[in-house]
T-cell receptor, first 112, second 115 residues
Framework: TQLLEQSPQFLSIQEGENLTVYCNSS?????LQWYRQEPGEGPVLLVT?????EVKKLKRLTFQFGDARKDSSLHITAAQPGDTGLYLC????????????FGQGTELSVKP | DAGVTQSPTHLIKTRGQQVTLRCSPI?????VSWYQQVLGQGPQFIFQ???????GRGNFPDRFSARQFPNYSSELNVNALLLGDSALYLC??????????????FGPGTRLLVL
């Protein structure tokens, strides 16, 4: 069974601080996606990374895919209260396009 | 453009009952996937349908079934409901599951409570 371990599960920080969320597995994924989910809503895609070592930036968010395509990280610079939410990593295992394996999520709270 | 739509938004059932959840994909999308998200956890894959055929099934009992219609909308059925079936049921659509970098777009979900 392919698993994605996401850490930390909960994070409470002050506005302006930096943070990193990690997503690790012993399995190789053909691509990895990061989603953000608000209460009562479905996950919204932030980014997809597909190449080992790839780094993508989305404003204050930086996403990295590990060289071996087994892990990924999300770094937020100067967090703002609007960043509060549930962050989920999800991987496409092997050649099974269409099936996403999700991590358990990181609940982020940014206090003003 | 309309995104993925799901109905109903909320549902309360009792143990042993049956439930049907509905999903309409984004126009032009031919693949629909279903996920179950229990409170405090990430979504878990239940089914994927593409061109009306089942392409994948997660580790769920036979009480869970689904189908896809010619217009690519989909229904998820759950029989003999258990308390543990209480969850947010998410539907996601994509153009095709054949591309490994395929992007899945999620609907708002149906919140099911089993009493």
């Amino acid at each position: 069974t392919q698993l994605l371990e996401q850490s930390p599960q909960f994070l409470s920080i002050q506005e302006g601080e930096n943070l990193t969320v990690y997503c690790n597995s012993s399995s190789v994924f053909s691509s990895l996606q990061w989603y953000r989910q608000e209460p009562g809503e479905g996950p919204v895609l932030l980014v997809t990374v597909v190449t080992g070592g790839e780094v993508k930036k989305l404003k204050r968010l930086t996403f990295q895919f590990g060289d071996a395509r087994k892990d990924s990280s999300l770094h937020i610079t100067a967090a703002q209260p609007g960043d509060t939410g549930l962050y989920l990593c999800a991987g496409v295992p092997g050649n099974q396009g269409g099936k996403l394996i999700f991590g358990q999520g990181t609940e982020l709270s940014v206090k003003p | 453009d309309a995104g993925v739509t799901q109905s109903p938004t909320h549902l309360i059932k009792t143990r042993g009952q049956q439930v049907t959840l509905r999903c309409s994909p984004i126009s032009g999308h031919k693949s629909v996937s279903w996920y179950q998200q229990v409170l405090g956890q990430g979504p878990q894959f239940i089914f994927q349908y593409y061109e009306k055929e089942e392409r994948g099934r997660g580790n769920f009992p036979d009480r869970f079934s689904a189908r896809q219609f010619p217009n690519y909308s989909s229904e998820l059925n759950v029989n003999a409901l258990l308390l543990g079936d209480s969850a947010l049921y998410l539907c996601a659509s994509s153009l095709s599951p054949l591309a490994l970098q395929e992007t899945q777009y999620f609907g708002p979900g149906t919140r099911l409570l089993v009493l």
